[in-house]
């Protein structure tokens, strides 16, 4: 009888992990996989920040419908189970999952890979928001708010908060059709773990598109009235408060990780799963956690990708009665960033990434161009085929 691997989450650590299971093992090995989704598209979280600002990029550029991609596997080796894990029994190997069409099925598996990733808070759509459709409707709801909007706050000035205000930047700031303000309680835009002259070469850029960058001020209220008009409170490092009033405000801070149907002892107070330096779950060997949701590297790309790569190469030895190789941490810090169409910048280790080098490999297409390739498990996000 076929091995059954369940795959919990279908995003960029998932659906790769899926398709080379597909591609590399589960004939010679006879292993089924159940791929669980609650969204029955790959989500190109990369490119939705352009989709969110009207007449830019179109949808059909970051959703992959996951049943029509993984048609090409054989039944016998692959179904997509369309539904939410609810609870996670790592004691009995089965997971409890919350069917999209209303019913609950139980799920037993030989072992498990867990890449349920991470939300984005306030329901952006930064990242999934449940099913597909609901996040088309959060995606529309923005765009429209967008559209509408004379004046525009975004809150926080991380990778989703720059890159998003240098998208506002580019399609409106730098016209003066729009005007864009940018809050961080940093004294500098980008998260302190990054270089400083990056820091500052990027604030330079948002602010030639005629972006307000606001540095060393928490937001600390937003209020909205009748009329639509909202009011932003913001507390300077001094303890100062001020208000201003936009039409528009929208948070890009914080993510949750999605971890709520593991058993608590499995949980960080930060959501996060804990996970061994093999990427197995402490105590459950046949368990693999990997992606945001794994407590192992920040929550990006390249990390999680090379944790899924560091599992399926070691996938076949650990299913004939093999250890797992320990997962050696990448500490070298790393990140491309797109600010609006018009400029890019990046750092790789302590070195700061030419800007139209980041132009040209990000800002033009925020990878729709190779997103395709990705989502057909043709290759990997940053590097290798798959
Ligand atoms: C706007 C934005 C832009 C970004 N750009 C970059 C970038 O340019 N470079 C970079 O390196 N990183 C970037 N990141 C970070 C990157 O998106 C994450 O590191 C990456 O998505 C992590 O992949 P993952 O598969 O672990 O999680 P996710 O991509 O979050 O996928 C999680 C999957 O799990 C599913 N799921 C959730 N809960 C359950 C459940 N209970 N049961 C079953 N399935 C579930 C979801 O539906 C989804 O399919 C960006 C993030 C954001 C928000």
Known sequence: MSKTIVILGAGLAGLPAAHYILKHLATKLDLKVLLVSPA???????GTLRVV???QMGEDKIFYSIPKIFHKYPPANFEFVHGRAETWDPETNSVLVAMNDGTSRTINYHTIIVATGSSAKGGMPWKLVGDSSQTHAAIAKLRDQVKNAHSIVVGG?????????GELGSAYAKTGEKTVTIITNESSVLENRMNGGLRKRTQKNLEKLKIKVITNTKVTNVTEDETGST??????SDGTVETVQ???FVPTWGLSFNSDFAPADMRLPNGRLKVTETMQAHGYDNAFIVGDVADCEPGQIAYAEA??????KALEQYLSGGKMPKYIRNPMVGQ????GQDYGAGQMGNWQIWGWFAWYFKSRYLGTDYAPACANGERFV?????
């Open 40 to 46: 029955e598209d790959y989500y190109w979280t990369l």
């Open 307 to 312: 944790q899924v790569k560091h599992v399926m």
């Open 382 to 386: 940053i590097f290798g085929s798959i």
């Open 336 to 339: 491309l960033l797109s600010i």
């Open 246 to 248: 936009t039409d528009l």
């Open 53 to 55: 600002v009207p007449d």
């Open 157 to 165: 000035a991380g990778a989703t908060g720059v890159e998003f205000a």
């Open 231 to 236: 009011t932003v409170e913001l507390t300077r």
